[in-house]
């Protein structure tokens, strides 16, 4: 996700983050590929939080809202994704559970 380091509005990145959320949570209909592009919203964020940029208390709770939706529907994956991640880069640790094209891929490459 290189390509996730360009300097964005926080707040609007938060925004497309809450509506991949939604998305995602609503039934995921498309590729791996799509997915992990989906989710370079939440690395900018991620960016964000760990570049000591001041972020208001309001900002970190919508992110951790967002998260917790996310992780509700994701199925653990037995490695990363999508690089070399650690694992509380929790999105690239996991596949949604509602997306059959993507749990059928996971499954026939031992992810899960």
Same mark, same amino acid.
């Given at each position: 996700?290189?390509?996730c380091k360009e300097t964005i509005n926080v707040e609007r990145l938060l925004n497309k983050y809450e509506r991949v959320v939604k998305d995602i949570c609503l039934g995921y209909?498309?590729?791996i590929y799509e997915y992990k592009n989906d989710l370079c919203c939440r690395q900018k964020l991620q960016n964000v939080l760990e570049n000591g940029k001041d972020?208001? *208390?309001?900002?970190i709770a919508r992110i951790e809202r967002a998260d917790d939706e996310l992780k509700r529907v994701l199925l653990k994956?037995?490695?990363c994704i999508h690089g070399? *991640?650690?694992?509380? *880069?929790?999105w690239l640790?996991?596949?949604p559970s509602n997306a059959d094209d993507i749990v059928t891929l996971a499954k026939s490459n031992d992810w899960l």
């Amino acid at each position: 996700m290189d390509n996730c380091k360009e300097t964005i509005n926080v707040e609007r990145l938060l925004n497309k983050y809450e509506r991949v959320v939604k998305d995602i949570c609503l039934g995921y209909e498309d590729s791996i590929y799509e997915y992990k592009n989906d989710l370079c919203c939440r690395q900018k964020l991620q960016n964000v939080l760990e570049n000591g940029k001041d972020v208001e *208390y309001q900002i970190i709770a919508r992110i951790e809202r967002a998260d917790d939706e996310l992780k509700r529907v994701l199925l653990k994956t037995k490695e990363c994704i999508h690089g070399d *991640y650690p694992e509380k *880069y929790f999105w690239l640790w996991g596949i949604p559970s509602n997306a059959d094209d993507i749990v059928t891929l996971a499954k026939s490459n031992d992810w899960l």
